[in-house]
């Protein structure tokens, strides 16, 4: 299936997840992605935040066990810019700094810039995944242009509330690979 048709499907799949089946799953990936990722040398952390009105996977639960018990590990959060098209990285200080932008996405208003150069990790969004790292997310390229940015050792963990198809079609030289992927049950790696 092409890009645009899995967006479709796989939207319309988290949409008419009811709240208790939302629940559970983000319950499963939180806990899952503590039992399988390697946070011991992670310095900073870059995260997505969740739009909630698409059910998209509840970093929320992530970032407070992070700010709670790996409290070295600094978090970073991103903010659209709307005329370069690209991400702009801010250093998560606390729930005063975030107001929603004009998609709901709650994002730094202000705050101290991360250079991609410096993250060591970024959790990263998506509608689906397949079995060879490559991912569907809204069609932007904004993740993807972020990703490029970023050490090589970055690590590039999905988070999906979906196990994987087995092949997207048409991925191309721009789409950057994730390394790791992490559903409910399982932990992806490539």
């Known amino acids: 299936m092409t890009k645009e048709e899995l967006r479709k ?3 319309q799949k988290r949409l008419s997840l009811s709240e208790a089946e939302y629940t559970k799953l983000n319950f499963q990936l939180y806990q899952n ?4 990722v390697d946070l011991s040398f992670i310095k900073i952390l870059h995260t997505f935040l969740p739009l909630e009105k698409n059910k998209e996977p509840d970093t929320w639960l992530i970032i407070d066990r992070i700010r709670r018990e ?3 590990i600094r ?3 991103p903010r659209v810019n709307d005329q370069l098209e690209e991400l702009e990285n801010i250093f998560f200080e606390g729930l005063h700094q975030l107001q929603n932008n004009k998609w709901g996405i709650p994002e730094p208003k202000q705050g101290t810039p991360t250079d991609p150069e410096r993250i060591d990790m970024v959790l990263v969004p998506m509608l689906i995944f397949d079995k060879h790292g490559h991912r569907v997310g809204y069609g932007k390229g904004y993740y993807d242009k972020f990703l490029s940015l970023c050490r090589k050792d970055c690590k590039r963990v ?3 509330l979906f ?3 087995e092949t997207i079609e048409a991925v191309n030289d721009l789409d950057v690979p994730l390394q790791y992927c992490v559903t409910p049950s399982t932990l992806y790696s490539y």
């Open 75 to 77: 978090i970073s959060i």
């Open 163 to 165: 196990e994987p198809i």
């Open 70 to 72: 790996f409290p070295h």
């Open 33 to 36: 992605f503590f039992t399988g």
């Open 9 to 11: 499907i796989y939207l």
């Open 158 to 160: 999905g988070i999906s």
